[in-house]
């Protein structure tokens, strides 16, 4: 454990860490080599990423691996990433349950190959009880997406004679999200030099702090996470309040 946080109450340290995963195509390119082999050499960082949680404090990582705007990609590379999402849960879930990972999944899943939403399925079953990290994986994952489902089931609730429209405020509209479980990110990285939010947790980021940091995400590591979390420790949030 170091000094960043106990992952306790009162530490300073985020609590929810949010990552925009960018960088794989250019990180390839760089290489010579196709986009799909960025994605590959991304998707094995997640696990240095995840495993470095506890030391850290972060109790919840939310990843976006695919949003609801990735399906304009080419065929073959939609075709690949949602081959490696399969081969990744596959391969990740026994590896989740032995470190304590319990994960679930943001996003429209029905939209996704029965297969991939079955072995989804499988992972959140299977890691259930797992108290350590909380990983949520955000795959076919749109903000404006998930607010547009919410609002859907709202209004069938409504229609429904389960809830009165006077009844709807902040608190009601969090419970139809897709993240109705977790607690609001405290901070939320995108890698690759973009300085975009590209349609992520639009609604629960709205106080939380950015870091837009160079590196590609192939690239990221423990250390420069690390780095990152250690920089959130020394930012003042308001909440739009003033301190005495
Ligand atoms: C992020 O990397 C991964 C996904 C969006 C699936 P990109 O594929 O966007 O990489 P760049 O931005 O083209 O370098
Ligand atoms: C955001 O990255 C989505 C993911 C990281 C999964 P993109 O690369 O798709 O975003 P834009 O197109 O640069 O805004
Ligand atoms: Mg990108």
Known sequence: MDGTGSGENGH???RHVAIIMDGNGRWAQMRRRPRLFGHQAGARRVREIVEACPDLGVRYL??????TENWKRTQAEV???????????TREMQAFVKEGVCV?????RLRLDP????L????????????????????NYGARDEVARAIRDLAADVKAGRLEP???????????????VLPD????????????????LLWQSAYAEYEFIDTLWPDFSREIFAEVVARYATRDRRFGAVKA
């Open 120 to 139: 989804m399925d499988e992972a959140e079953t299977l890691t259930r009880d797992c108290t350590k990290v909380n990983l949520t994986i955000a795959l």
């Open 12 to 14: 300073k340290g985020p």
């Open 62 to 67: 939310t990843i976006f691996a695919f949003s």
């Open 115 to 118: 297969k991939l939403q079955a």
């Open 104 to 108: 679930r999944f943001i996003g429209d």
């Open 166 to 180: 006077d009844a709807v405020d902040e608190t009601t509209l969090t419970r139809y999200l897709d993240t109705q």
């Open 79 to 89: 075709t690949g990433l949602m081959y490696l999402f399969r081969r990744y849960i």
């Open 185 to 200: 990110p405290d901070l939320v990285i995108r890698t690759s030099g973009e300085a975009r939010v590209s349609n992520f």
